[in-house]
C-alpha cells in the first residue's frame, strides 16, 4: 500500500468512531468482516472505538425505525424493486441520523471517523475537522448483474464513489479488485483488510461425494435469485433423465427454511430434488458435503463464505462472481469457475465429473495464498 499511513497506525491511541451502516441483527460478511476488523483492533491493543448503528437496534420495531428514519426505507424499497445500485448511497439517508451523527461529533470529538459501508459515507461532511476512513465492503461502479443491464447505474455510483473519496483520508476494502479498482478508476489508493483472521481449520470429517452444499443469508435477494436458478436447472435436468449421478443439496443459513418454502410452493419441480435443510450451524468445518456451491448472479467484493469455506478445507465450485475480490492466481487453487448456473447443474448430477477437478484444489492452500496476499500488499 501506498499511504503514508496505514489503517492500524492511523487508528493507534486515537479517539476513533465507527458509523456502522452494516446490521449485526442478521448474519453477513459485511457483518463477519466488520466484527472482524473490531477485534483485531482490541487484540492488539489500538484503540476501542466508539461506535453509532445506523441501523435498527435489537428488540426495535422495523416499522418504527423505518418510520424514525425516512426518506431511507423508502430509498431501500425503491432499490430492491428496481435494482437500482447507486440507491445504496441513500439507503441511511435521513435527517433522523444526520443528528444523531453531529450530536456523536460534538460529544466525542473524534480524531478518526471509520464510514463502515458505501451507505454511511453520505455522512462524512458531518465529521468535519476529523480523519475519514471509508470501508468499502465493495466499490458498486463495479457491480455485475447477468440479467440487468446496469451500465447508467454503473456512472452514476462512480460520481458517488468520486465525491465520496474527496475527503478521505484513507480508504480500506476487503476485495484486492476493489482496491485496484479504488486505484485505477479514482487515483486513490486503499488497504485491503482481511475479511477474517482466524489461521485455517481444515474439517476432519471425509468429504462425502455427491453431496452439495449452499451457504448463506437468504434473506437477501444476490443469494436467493442465484440458487433458485440453480435448483430449478437442477429439477429440469432430473427431469429430462439427463441425471447420472444422484445429489443431496444442503441449504443451509439463516432464512433457509423460508426461502425454501416460498420456492417449493412457487415452484413445485424443485421438489423432486434430494433437499436438506439447516436454519442454524456452529462452523464451516462441521460439514461433510463435496464442495460449496455458489451460483451466483450478482454482486461485487470478496465473498466471505469462499473465504470460510477454502479455511475448512472445502473447496468452492461457483460462477464468476463467487471469486470476484481475488485474482485468479488464488481462487483457481481452491475454486472451480463454471460458465453458467446449468453448467454447475450438470456438473453436480453428472458421474465423475467433479471427482475429474477435485484432485487439483488445494482450498487450504488457497486459504494460506490469500493471507499472504493481504500481507504482501501492504508491502
Known amino acids: 500500500m501506498s499511504s503514508a499511513m496505514s489503517l492500524d497506525e492511523l487508528v493507534t491511541g486515537r479517539c476513533v468512531l465507527l458509523v456502522n451502516a452494516i446490521r449485526a441483527d442478521v448474519p453477513s460478511g459485511g457483518n463477519t468482516a466488520t466484527q472482524a476488523l473490531l477485534t483485531r483492533w482490541r487484540e492488539r491493543g489500538l484503540c476501542r472505538p466508539h461506535q453509532l448503528d445506523l441501523n435498527p437496534g435489537v428488540g426495535t420495531s422495523m416499522l418504527a425505525f423505518a ?7 423508502l430509498f431501500v424499497q425503491w432499490g430492491r424493486m428496481s435494482g437500482r445500485i447507486w440507491l445504496e448511497f441513500l439507503f441511511r439517508a435521513s435527517p433522523w441520523l444526520l443528528l444523531r451523527c453531529v450530536w456523536a461529533r ?3 470529538r473524534p480524531d ?17 475537522g476529523s480523519r475519514c476512513v471509508l470501508v468499502w465492503h465493495d466499490v458498486p461502479s463495479l457491480k455485475r448483474d447477468e440479467s440487468r443491464d446496469v451500465r447508467r447505474d454503473k456512472r452514476r455510483c462512480a460520481a458517488f464513489e468520486r465525491w465520496a473519496i474527496r475527503g478521505a483520508t484513507l480508504n480500506a476494502t476487503f476485495s484486492f479488485d476493489d482496491a485496484r479498482a479504488l486505484a485505477l478508476l479514482h487515483r486513490r489508493p486503499a488497504e485491503v483488510v482481511p475479511v477474517i483472521t482466524p489461521p485455517a481449520a481444515p474439517r476432519t ?5 455427491g453431496r452439495w452444499l449452499l451457504v448463506g443469508n437468504w434473506t437477501r435477494a444476490e443469494n436467493t435469485e442465484g440458487a433458485q ?5 437442477c429439477a429440469e435436468f432430473l427431469a429430462r433423465g439427463e441425471a447420472t449421478a444422484t445429489a443431496e443439496f444442503h441449504v443451509a443459513g439463516h432464512g433457509s427454511e423460508q426461502f425454501m418454502e416460498r420456492l417449493r ?3 413445485p419441480a424443485v421438489r423432486s430434488l434430494d433437499l436438506r435443510v439447516t436454519a442454524r450451524y456452529g462452523e464451516m468445518r462441521d460439514f461433510d458435503e463435496a464442495a460449496l456451491l455458489a451460483p451466483l448472479l450478482r454482486g461485487a467484493g470478496i465473498k466471505l463464505k469462499t473465504i470460510e469455506a477454502w479455511a475448512a478445507g472445502i473447496p468452492v465450485v461457483g ?12 481462487w ?21 465429473a467433479f471427482a475429474g477437478h477435485a484432485g487439483a484444489l488445494d482450498p487450504s492452500g488457497a486459504y494460506a495464498a490469500y493471507r499472504q496476499a493481504i500481507v504482501d500488499s501492504a508491502a
Open 229 to 233: 436458478a440453480f435448483l430449478l436447472a
Open 265 to 267: 410452493a412457487a415452484h
Open 112 to 128: 478518526v471517523v471509520v464510514l463502515n459501508h458505501h451507505a454511511a459515507f453520505l455522512y462524512r461532511w458531518a465529521f468535519a
Open 332 to 352: 483457481r487453487r481452491g475454486g472451480l469457475r463454471v460458465p453458467s448456473i446449468e453448467a454447475m447443474a450438470r456438473l453436480c448430477l453428472t458421474a465423475g
Open 205 to 209: 470429517v471425509p468429504p462425502s461425494p
Open 319 to 330: 460462477t464468476r462472481q463467487a471469486f470476484t475480490g481475488m485474482p485468479a492466481r488464488l
Open 106 to 108: 460534538w460529544r466525542l
Open 67 to 73: 418510520l424514525a428514519t425516512l426518506p431511507a426505507a
